[in-house]
């Protein structure tokens, strides 16, 4: 190995950013020694002239040194091999340019590369005495931001660009002056320029001007090797993505943008020195055919295309930079052959995917619906798509054919399109983000229950809405969740198994006897079967297997629609039971009947439909409890879809209402409730081991004998025969009977109860004892026998009033009305029509004797006379003690 050169006697430090030929021409000029003599000294090889050719040393030696050459710089100047390397162009590689292979030449193609060459700054050259900054080197120098002036491309005089090649060795070096060989078009070659250059004249720029924002932004992406500003901000890119997308914009700028539109964009100072000629520049006024797509040779033409490249770039997301990159692209619309979102393939190499989103946000407006969804131009980052086939055929496994109810609701639009139409087209849909998946696709993946023609109108029915952009994004954000996330249910598997044994007729009456539901005279069976097969299976309900057929006709979906209203907790949960005993049937032992898309990635969309979880659910059960046609009744009351009421029902069935003795569906109920209060190992342990009877049992469990003796039948529990369950238990006297029923006016279950004993058995002690019974009605039951002994611990006022088991609810309307200016609006609010309330004031002014109300007259609301504020403020104390 060579020995490294001898320390020189006089040392230099490099200025910050100084090229190296700079630095090593200062240190010979400090010196007063001639260049090749000092490179000599460092090792450098002996530069040789070969007819036109200079041989031994690169002719930008500044690009590139060797390691050898490296060490002996540095070791000769006390300087690091580090700091020394850095004064190389090779500082920027993979930065700011490329360098070949061996790394002795600049990539001229790629990040505007310069082979050799330098710009400068005339006024940096004077205040230091003619040192070279390493990055006027660069593609993306154009200005000096600390003298506020664009950078000078060649000299003055001889029209050439400094420093292409090596300054002469021969002379002490004056590094201000130009070095280049002049040359003029059939003139002599002489032994120089000489020309001073730092009086080279350049366009002068006020503070604050763009091109120095623009330089000063490159610089920092440059040295910070990243970029994390504008549409940069979500997802931050290395500085040689940005550089491309820069080169990318600025050759759009520079090749198609006309002069006029390019004057609206920049000001006029630098529009107008990038649209003349400089005449001191001759050599570099040669029209390119792709302007741009070589490093710009004059300093304007790069601030142009920087400035307006980042005045796209640095807007404040995607989405605003598309809009002005939008308005760009139309001025170049005509120079272009084609617009589309694969045209930014011919901008160039390396284009960072932020560019490529700003593309397709530029292109939004002009975009089909399905290219909305297909490249999630709502999303935050838009993107050319990147699932394969095999995704999307996994993502379909994960879709029912039938979208989520849940969903469905919020994307269907109140009017112009139904639910059950709309809710296949969205489960196809969500097939088309981030793929190259056809609408036709799309439907046969999804369940083939639509075609794609299908799938294309209501699409274009979506379009039209205001809430479509909000449509999209609530669909890219659900195809990213599915993709990213385990669903619990395979919607591909359930869509091919054999429902045809789903809840047999056997297994429908079982429920219907648990769950105190009246079967029905088959159809409402059918409607059970086909509503339970939509839920395991994802396909519509008139895809059932269905021997009667008839399942998708208007009259069956309505019957449909009305036993959702009628489902009641208890069947639903009967239902669930079978649809997980179905699935074991089928092997499927680890997925839920049903699932839904957490509904927590729509917030802050604006959809069409209303929102399920807003629904008052006590106020809606008592509705649908109420009308012949409860769910279109309850939709219209609250104000909602009555895809929304059906939703909720699903998810939270209306309680079973009150039960009464005068209907076979309340007969059921009790007989369900007596069946999970009493069961057969309880009511074994009663009867048989403990002996008791049935009106014992029913004394001790509030059920009727009859109930009772249906449950033991159902449970196969024999009864005894003979008088054992009928004996008399007890005696009865006939002055507590007389006191009881005469007196206190009791009723016989009631006295039945107390003693244990039946009620016959009680009736057969009145007849021995003379006692004379009250006739059957509702005269004789315990509330209108119980009114006399209650009105005695009312307000005398209030007696006369008492004269019927509904006289209390006349009292509590009354006071109600009594806060309301007319009967109208106090009946609306009570939920009553209002001549039943008027009927019960009236009732309650006749017994009472006195008016209580002054009626309504025009322009005076109705009030209550003085008796009826005395009323009512007697009655408000028996409705509060009540």
């Known amino acids: 190995m060579r020995e490294l050169a001898r320390t020189l006697p006089i040392r230099l430090p490099p200025l910050p950013g100084e090229a190296l030929d700079s630095w090593l021409e200062a240190t010979a000029r400090r010196m007063d020694t001639a260049l090749g003599d000092v490179l000599l000294h460092f090792g450098f090889p002996v530069r040789q002239r070969t007819g036109n050719q200079f041989r031994g040393i690169p002719a930008d030696w500044t690009i590139f040194l060797d390691e050898r050459l490296t060490a002996a710089v540095a070791h000769a100047t006390g300087t690091s091999p580090e700091a020394v390397a850095a004064m190389t162009l090779a500082h920027y590689e993979g930065r700011a340019l490329q360098l070949s292979a061996q790394g002795r030449t600049v990539t001229r193609h790629v990040l505007w590369g310069r082979g050799r060459g330098s710009r400068f700054c005339p006024d940096c050259l004077r205040s230091s005495e003619g040192r070279w900054q390493l990055s006027w080197r660069l593609g993306f ?17 001889c029209g050439q660009v400094p420093r292409q090649r090596p300054r002469s060795g021969r002379s002490v070096p004056r590094p201000e002056l130009c070095g280049n060989t002049p040359a003029r078009p059939g003139g002599p070659i002489s032994a120089g320029c000489g020309t001073d250059l730092t009086c080279a004249s350049t366009l002068l720029l006020p503070a604050g001007h763009p091109v120095l924002a623009a330089q000063d932004r490159v610089t920092e992406i440059i040295e910070t090797q990243t970029a994390a500003f504008g549409s940069y901000r979500t997802a931050p890119q290395p500085a040689p993505a940005v550089l491309a997308d820069i080169r990318a914009l600025g050759i759009r700028v520079l090749s198609d943008l006309p002069a006029a539109a390019l004057r609206e964009q920049i000001p006029a100072d630098i529009a107008e020195a990038h649209l003349a000629a400089d005449p ?3 050599h570099l006024e040669r029209v390119a055919d792709r302007p741009g797509f070589m490093a710009p040779p004059r300093a304007a033409d790069a601030a142009v295309a920087v400035t307006v490249a980042l005045g796209i770039l640095q807007q404040p997301g995607i989405h605003p930079a598309g809009e002005v990159l939008r308005g760009l692209l139309e001025e170049v619309r005509e120079e272009l052959a084609q617009i589309s979102v694969t045209s930014i393939d011919g901008w160039g190499r390396g284009i960072s995917p932020v560019l490529q989103s700003v593309h397709l946000a530029a292109l939004a407006p002009s975009l089909r619906p399905s290219e909305h969804l297909r490249y999630r131009t709502t999303a935050e980052m838009p993107r050319r798509p990147a699932r394969t086939a095999r995704d999307i055929e996994e993502r379909a496994r994960k879709i029912p054919a039938m979208f989520w109810p849940s969903w469905a609701v919020r994307l269907t639009p109140p009017e112009g399109i139904y639910a059950r139409s709309l809710a296949p087209v969205l489960a196809a849909l969500l097939l ?21 023609i299908e799938v294309s109108r209501l699409l274009q029915a979506l379009d039209d809405l205001p809430h479509w952009p909000d ?11 599915l993709d990213a996330s385990d669903v619990p249910i395979d919607y591909g598997r359930r869509r091919v198994l054999d429902y045809t044994g789903l809840l047999p007729h056997d297994r429908w009456l079982e429920i219907c006897r648990r769950t105190g539901t009246p079967p029905g005279a088959g159809r409402r069976e059918r ?15 008139e895809s059932a297997p269905d021997d009667q057929g008839g399942l998708d ?41 049903t699932w839904q898309p957490p509904t927590a990635l729509l917030a802050g969309l604006t959809l069409p439909g209303p929102d399920p979880a807003h629904i008052d659910l006590p106020r809606l059960h008592q509705l649908v409890r109420e009308r012949q046609h409860p769910v279109q009744h309850a939709a219209q009351v609250l104000g909602t879809t009555v895809e929304a009421i059906r939703h909720a029902l699903d998810e939270h069935p209306a309680p079973a209402p009150p039960l009464t003795k005068n209907t076979a569906r309340a007969a059921g109920r009790i007989r369900q409730q007596a069946r999970q209060a009493i069961t057969a190992e309880r009511f074994t342990q009663l009867y048989r081991d403990e002996h008791r009877s049935l009106q014992q049992i029913a004394t001790l469990t509030g059920f009727s004998r009859r109930v009772l003796t249906e449950l033991a039948k159902e449970y196969g529990i024999p009864l005894r025969d003979g008088p054992q369950d009928y004996k008399r238990c007890g005696t009865v006297e006939r002055d507590w009977l007389v006191e009881q029923y005469v007196h206190r006016r009791r009723t016989l279950p009631d006295l039945a109860r107390e003693t244990g004993m039946s009620t016959a058995n009680m009736a057969r002690w009145a007849h021995t004892h003379n006692v004379p019974l009250r006739p059957r009605g509702g005269g004789s039951h315990n509330t209108a026998l119980r009114v006399t002994e209650q009105a005695a611990h009312t307000p005398a006022i209030l007696r006369e009033a008492l004269t019927s088991s509904f006289a209390r609810q006349r009292l509590e309307r009354f006071v109600a009305a009594s806060r309301y200016a007319t009967m109208r609006e106090a009946a609306a609010v009570l939920g009553i029509n209002q001549p039943t309330l008027v009927t019960q004031i009236n009732r309650l002014e006749r017994d009472l004797g006195q008016a209580l109300f002054e009626r309504v007259e025009r322009g ?13 403020a007697a009655a408000s104390t028996v409705i509060i003690d009540r």
């Open 141 to 157: 120098s154009f200005a000096c931001t600390l003298h506020r002036r664009l950078l000078a491309d060649c000299c003055p005089h």
């Open 280 to 282: 001191a520049a001759w």
């Open 432 to 452: 088309i983000p981030d793929s190259r998946t056809s609408l036709e696709q799309a439907a046969g993946l999804a369940g083939d229950v639509i075609d794609g």
């Open 471 to 481: 449509i999209v994004t609530a669909l890219d954000r659900l195809s990213d969740y």
């Open 527 to 541: 409607i059970a079967r086909s509503q339970l097969f939509r839920r395991l299976s994802g396909l519509p309900a």
């Open 553 to 593: 006709s208007a009259e069956f979906r309505a019957m449909s629609l009305h036993l959702t209203a009628l489902q009641t907790p208890e069947l639903a949960h009967a239902l669930q039971q079978e649809a997980l005993n179905f699935l074991a049937s089928h092997r499927i032992h680890d997925e839920p009947v």
């Open 860 to 872: 005076r609301a109705m009030e209550l006379t003085p008796f009826g504020e005395t009323v009512v």
